[in-house]
């Protein structure tokens, strides 16, 4: 099965074929919308889904519709209990992204985001690697700077502002990189397209702050937690500069879609040896396993699909 087969549209669960909107839909022609993205990840030995962090991620998700005036009529739990109907609907025995997406359904011209209606819609699709990264990521410092907090912020995902990813993510693939490390005004790293950045120096993880213009990723925050508490590696959030990252002796990208991709090189400079490094490469064996469903310690990360209990047994009223 490589398409979904349903959608939560307008209220309900419906085949995907019904799940259209018009061509003069506001948030098309304004990119006034707002998504979030879920991974889950089948356990064949299990026969079990697991979604990672659910409720945080929706949590942002409503924060993320609220940057741009839209209300999610839903509290995180029933968000869960929605995606787990349609998740048992679906009936997937692999891995899959979760697209939560709120957009401005007003169907006229006028550019604002106040008194228009505001639509809910989340479908499931299979998915596997975003970046195939088993030899370590080649990235270029991108010649895009990331949208500023005072232009749109990017601490949530509004839907308008990913043109900013997709200017940086597309001008690296076209010069054959795998991503770009995006500068904000200041000239500092703020992230990849669309991924967090940390890099390793002198044993210590270094992260861009969350006021630097990046998105308030929960697979960052899921590595701060992994890095201090299960790999004693201190983390520090500062400022980075582009020719610090030269300087790394590992570095990595987090997100729902990259998961922990190793860097490898960074504007034609090796990263470290070039190789993935011991603290990478730990970290990484801990996260696949953690979304895995195979490391109990953090299944309180882990919403089961089949024959789990939903947070609030399925209840679709807001
Ligand atoms: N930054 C951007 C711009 C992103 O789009 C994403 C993916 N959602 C991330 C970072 C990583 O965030 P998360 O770990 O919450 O998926």
Redesign the pocket.
């Known amino acids: 099965m490589n398409s979904p087969q349903y959608a939560f549209f307008e209220g309900e669960i419906v085949p995907i074929a019904q799940a259209k909107v018009s061509v003069m839909t506001h948030a098309l022609h304004y990119g006034t919308a707002a998504f979030g ?1 879920l991974r889950g990840y089948w356990n064949s030995d299990q026969r079990q889904l697991y979604v990672f962090r659910p409720l945080d991620h929706f949590r942002r998700f409503r924060h993320s519709a609220g940057l741009i005036l839209s209300e999610v009529l839903y509290n995180p739990e029933q968000l869960l209990d929605i995606v787990l109907e349609l998740l048992e609907m679906e009936g997937y025995e692999q891995d899959i992204y979760v697209r939560p997406l709120v957009y401005k359904s007003y169907q006229g011209v006028g550019v604002k985001l106040h008194d228009m209606p505001t639509e809910l819609t989340i479908f499931a699709l299979p998915f596997g690697n975003y970046m195939g990264h088993d030899g370590g990521l080649s990235l270029t410092v991108s010649s895009w700077r990331r949208v500023d907090d005072n232009a749109i912020p990017a601490r949530g ?1 509004i839907a308008g502002a990913y043109v900013n ?1 997709a200017l940086a993510k597309t001008e690296a693939a076209l010069d054959g990189y795998d991503d770009a490390l995006v500068l904000d005004q200041n000239g500092h790293i703020s ?1 990849g397209s ?3 950045f940390f890099m390793i120096r002198n044993g210590v993880a270094i992260t861009p702050p969350v006021y630097e213009n ?2 308030e ?4 925050r899921t590595c701060i937690t992994l890095l201090t508490e299960e790999l004693g590696v201190e983390v520090v959030e500062r400022s980075i500069d582009r020719s610090e990252v030269y300087c790394a002796e590992e570095a990595f990208l ?4 990259v998961q922990v991709g190793a860097v490898t090189s960074v504007d034609h400079r090796k990263v470290g040896d070039g190789e993935i490094g011991p603290i990478v490469s730990c970290l990484s064996d801990l996260f696949y396993n953690i979304v895995r469903g195979r490391n109990e310690k953090y299944n309180h990360w882990l919403q089961p699909v089949y024959h789990g209990e939903p947070a609030s047994k399925h209840h679709l009223t807001p």
């Open positions: 993205g995902k990813s992230e669309a991924a967090n990046l998105l990723g929960i697979t960052r987090c997100g729902t879609a």
